[in-house]
């Protein structure tokens, strides 16, 4: 499995911006979705903004509201997360994961399919990096 590490996090004030990075061990496959998730203590993780590789065709959750936008650098095996106009529900533990899509997968559902999955469909995890936004 490609090792995935998050870094960029930090504590920033109200209205601010953060860019976090996760650094791929290998290559990415076109065919694969990647993904932002965050959570907070006691609450369930969920999908910040997915993104299917290939296309570079993105989806983001509602509360993004246009605020973030996530990206991926082949040259760098990088997927990004610029993150602007930052709130204090921002909070919390942002991870990077990665999902190789199967071969059953019509390529023309691909982007949606990734803009779809939840947490437990993913199993390539980043450790987490801790996001704070407080006055």
């Known amino acids: 499995l490609v090792q995935l590490v998050e870094s960029g996090g930090g504590s920033v004030q109200p209205g601010g911006s953060l860019n976090l990075s996760c650094l791929a061990s290998?290559?990415?496959?076109?065919?694969?979705?990647m993904a932002w998730f965050r959570q907070t203590p006691g609450a369930e993780r969920e999908a910040v903004a997915q993104?299917?590789?290939?296309?570079?065709?993105?989806y983001y959750a509602d509360f993004v509201t246009a605020r973030f936008r996530i990206s991926y650098d082949d040259d760098k095996n990088t997927l990004s997360l610029k993150m602007s106009h930052l709130k204090p529900e921002d909070t919390g533990t942002y991870y990077c994961?990665?999902?190789?899509?199967?071969?059953?997968?019509?390529?023309?559902?691909?982007?949606?399919?990734?803009?779809?999955?939840?947490?437990?469909?993913?199993?390539?995890w980043g450790q987490g990096i801790q996001v704070t936004v407080s006055s």
């Open positions: 994961a990665a999902l190789p899509i199967g071969p059953g997968i019509d390529l023309d559902v691909r982007p949606a399919y990734c803009g779809s999955r939840r947490p437990t469909n993913y199993k390539n």
């Open positions: 290998s290559n990415i496959d076109g065919g694969t979705c």
């Open positions: 993104t299917y590789i290939a296309l570079r065709k993105s």
